[in-house]
């Protein structure tokens, strides 16, 4: 007992935390206790996953949100701090704290995904970055509705897409208000007050069409009960639009799947007989797993990445496909550190609008009467909106640790093989 008292009082965590953590790949915030009663929070180099700090005379509170510990602690946000890349904090048996760099801050490539999907709206950051996605698509859904605001509807699916929500109808707003600028100074210095009230009468129409029924998340729900929910989770607002007149813009978060957009909302909302459904992502097109985090492992969940596919079959292109596999075939057995990405080839031949159009044809049912149309956010809107935020690897499959492109790599051989299109 001597010996372990002995080395209670002179281990080093912070030394323990570097020879044990200098190899690890991947997003991490790793926190835990030793029998001595020292505690830590180590988070990773890249500073993929977050990690955010309060301190006073009673606590010492770390969690993966700062609106969590504002709420809870009723606490003022600049109390608040976040851990830095590769940095940990260490709490010793008696309760004092201190900040220790671990390992070596990397290239920041802080989850961008965290902020448009997974981390609370109320943060105050989050809040105003989902606005302007938003805002962003702006120019984008003009083009999809022909311009024709007068005749077009705005709403949202699901509740996690409200925010960006509200900053696409802001960005509408301002555009209206530039229309109605032009408008009016073409009436002349003596303008006649019922064309003024034409002009000024114009607004941008919202409306709350599509409902939830049920607190579910069919995007974490698991296989065929996702497939179940999905048919079930959403009821419409009946006379909420001008049938055969009005186009319906309705905002996502994210489409990775299409699980829900094919069994439920497509069918839905053309039952209220738009002219045109645009269904519009705030986030890019998802077209790499994550590895980081969230359980996206496989490549066929992708509904972007089986539109690609599906284009490269269609037009005759299955050499891509072969060429892609055979090099990532040949990469097998490498160190990870020399494994290329070259799921990328499969997109390669494609523009974005090209995919968003093939991913309409798989996922609009049999029977649709309105036209359907999938805009998606750039990455460079992306980027614009979280500028704190740079990690993109699903959108770009530029992966932070070479561990993404190693498993990756393994995700496509695994398609191919179990696939019947070579």
């Known amino acids: 007992m001597d010996i372990t008292h002995a080395i209670e009082q002179r281990i080093d965590m912070a030394n323990v935390l570097r020879t044990s953590s200098k190899d690890w790949d991947g997003g991490y915030v790793m926190c835990g206790i030793t029998g001595s009663g020292e505690s830590f929070a180590l988070r990773d180099p890249w500073g993929i996953r977050p990690a955010f700090w309060y301190k006073d005379d009673e606590v010492i509170v770390l969690a993966s949100e700062?609106?969590?510990?504002?709420?809870?602690?009723?606490?003022?946000?600049d109390s608040i701090h976040e851990l830095g890349r590769g940095e940990a904090i260490i709490v010793s048996k008696n309760g004092s704290m201190r900040l220790e760099q671990i390992n070596r801050a990397r290239t920041l490539k802080a989850c961008s995904f965290e902020?448009?999907?997974?981390?609370?709206?109320?943060?105050?950051?989050?809040?105003?970055?989902?606005?302007?996605?938003?805002?962003?698509?702006?120019?984008?859904?003009?083009?999809?509705?022909?311009?024709?605001?007068?005749?077009?509807?705005?709403?949202?699916?699901?509740?996690?897409?409200?925010?960006?929500?509200?900053?696409?109808?802001?960005?509408?707003?301002?555009y209206l208000n530039e229309l109605k600028v032009k408008d009016i100074e073409k009436l002349g210095h003596c303008p006649d007050h019922d064309e003024l009230e034409k002009i000024l009468s114009r607004r941008i129409r919202s409306e709350k069409v599509a409902i939830k029924d049920i607190k579910l998340r069919t995007f974490i729900a698991e296989g065929n009960s996702r497939?179940?929910?999905?048919?079930?989770?959403?009821?419409?607002?009946?006379?909420?639009?001008?049938?055969?007149?009005?186009?319906?813009v309705i905002i996502?978060?994210?489409?990775?799947?299409?699980?829900?957009?094919?069994?439920?909302?497509?069918?839905?909302?053309?039952?209220?007989?738009?002219?045109?459904?645009?269904?519009?992502?705030?986030?890019?097109?998802?077209?790499?797993?994550?590895?980081?985090?969230?359980?996206?492992?496989?490549?066929?969940?992708?509904i972007a990445f089986k539109a690609a596919i599906s284009l490269l079959?269609?037009?005759?292109?299955t050499d891509v496909i072969r060429e892609a596999y055979e090099k990532s075939l040949a990469q097998t057995g490498l160190p990870k550190e020399q494994i290329i990405n070259y799921v990328k080839d499969i997109y390669a031949p494609f523009t974005d609008e090209e995919i968003s159009e093939e991913m309409?044809?798989?996922?609009?049912?049999?029977?649709?009467?309105?036209?359907?149309?999938?805009?998606?956010?750039?990455?460079?809107?992306l980027h614009q909106a979280c500028p704190n935020h740079p990690g993109d690897w699903y959108f770009s499959g530029d992966y932070p640790t070479p561990g993404g492109n190693k498993l990756v790599n393994k995700a496509f051989i695994d398609y191919i093989e179990k696939s019947e299109i070579l």
């Open 360 to 381: 309409v044809r798989l996922l609009t049912p049999a029977g649709t009467k309105a036209e359907v149309v999938l805009v998606y956010q750039s990455i460079e809107g």
């Open 115 to 174: 902020r448009i999907y997974f981390s609370r709206g109320s943060d105050t950051d989050i809040y105003r970055e989902r606005k302007k996605l938003g805002e962003e698509l702006v120019d984008q859904v003009l083009a999809a509705v022909d311009n024709d605001v007068e005749h077009t509807v705005f709403s949202f699916i699901p509740n996690t897409a409200e925010v960006a929500f509200y900053g696409l109808l802001e960005g509408f707003d301002n």
């Open 227 to 248: 497939n179940d929910l999905a048919a079930h989770v959403y009821d419409i607002t009946y006379g909420s639009l001008r049938p055969q007149v009005d186009n319906l």
């Open 66 to 77: 700062r609106p969590v510990i504002q709420t809870a602690l009723n606490v003022p946000v």
């Open 252 to 302: 996502d978060d994210s489409i990775v799947r299409g699980t829900t957009l094919k069994q439920s909302i497509i069918g839905i909302l053309d039952r209220l007989g738009p002219k045109k459904i645009v269904i519009v992502s705030s986030s890019p097109q998802v077209r790499y797993p994550d590895y980081y985090g969230i359980d996206m492992a496989s490549l066929d969940q992708f």
């Open 313 to 317: 079959v269609k037009r005759g292109m």
